[in-house]
C-alpha cells in the first residue's frame, strides 16, 4: 500500500511537473530580454471571451499567440535598446492599456573581416544606389504584418549540420572599417547544402541583392520574418507557399561574402533579432 501511495505521488508530481513546463515552453525557448533579443510577455489578463488583445511596440504590431492557456505577446527588441522599463501598448475590447516589460544588458563582441576587394566596402555611387533601392524592398518585406498565425514560433534550424561562424550583433570591420553590426547568425556549411523554410510562410523576395547576394525571404505570418542569404541557387519563386522544411535554395557566396555560408535573419514586429534564440543556440 505504501508503495502505490509513492508511485502514485511519483506519477503526480511527474504530471505536474509535465504540465507546468509545457504551459511555459515558449518562455523558456524564447525569453531572452537583452538588446537584439525577445521578450515574452504574459497578456492573460487583456483576452476577453477568447478574442486575442492588438498589441504595438514603439509603432510595429507585435505577433500574439495562444499557448495553451496563456496568451503571450513575442515581442523583437532593437539592438539598439537600452537596459531598463520598456512599454506595450495593448489594445482589447476598445480600451488600451500599457503593459511593462524589462529588458538587461548585453555585451557584443568585434569581428574584422578581409575582403579582397573594396567594392562591398567603398560601393561606387552606381553601386550605392543600387543598394538603397534594394534595401528599401527589404524594409518594406520586414515591416509587412500578415494577420495570419506562424505555423511554429520556435524555428526549425534552416540548414543541417555546419557550425555558427559569426553570431548576431557583432560589431564587424571590413577592411578595418566599423559598418553596420551583423544582424543575423551565420552557419558555416558546404556550397550547395539545402537551405529549408524555418516555418510555413510566403515568399515575399527572391532577389539578387549588391550585399547579399541571391536572397530569399519567408514571411510567417503577425510580423514574424525570415531571411536566407549568399545563396548559390534559388529553389522557389516571389508568391510561393512554403511549408517548413521545403528547399528555398543552396548555399552559396555570392554578394558580400568570404566563403560558403548561409546569412540567416529573423526579424519580428519590424526589429532584426537573434535566430540563435529560435533554435536554442543563444549564448548569454
Known sequence: MKFSRFLFSTLSGLVI???????????NRLNKPVPGGVA???LDAYSQGG????????GN?????????NILAIVGIPLKTSAGAQTLVVS?????????FNVGSKKYKEQHIKLSSNKHVN???????RFKRELNEQLAAYKNFREVKPSNIVLDRPVDGGHYSSPFGLRRFF?????NPHSGLDIAVPQGTPVKAAADGVVTIVADYFFNGKTVFV???QGMVTMYCHLSAIDVKKGQVVKRGESLGKVGSTGRSTGPHLHWNVSLNNVRVDPAIFVGAFQP
Open 17 to 27: 511537473s509535465q504540465l507546468a513546463w509545457a504551459n511555459t515552453y515558449i518562455e
Open 40 to 42: 515574452v510577455v504574459n
Open 51 to 58: 478574442v486575442l488583445p492588438t498589441v504595438r511596440y514603439q
Open 61 to 69: 504590431r507585435v505577433l500574439v499567440v495562444k499557448s495553451d492557456q
Open 92 to 100: 482589447s475590447q476598445g480600451k488600451e492599456s500599457q503593459v511593462s
Open 123 to 129: 560601393p561606387s555611387a552606381e553601386d550605392e544606389a
Open 175 to 179: 577592411n578595418g572599417q566599423e559598418r
Open 219 to 221: 514571411d510567417h505570418g
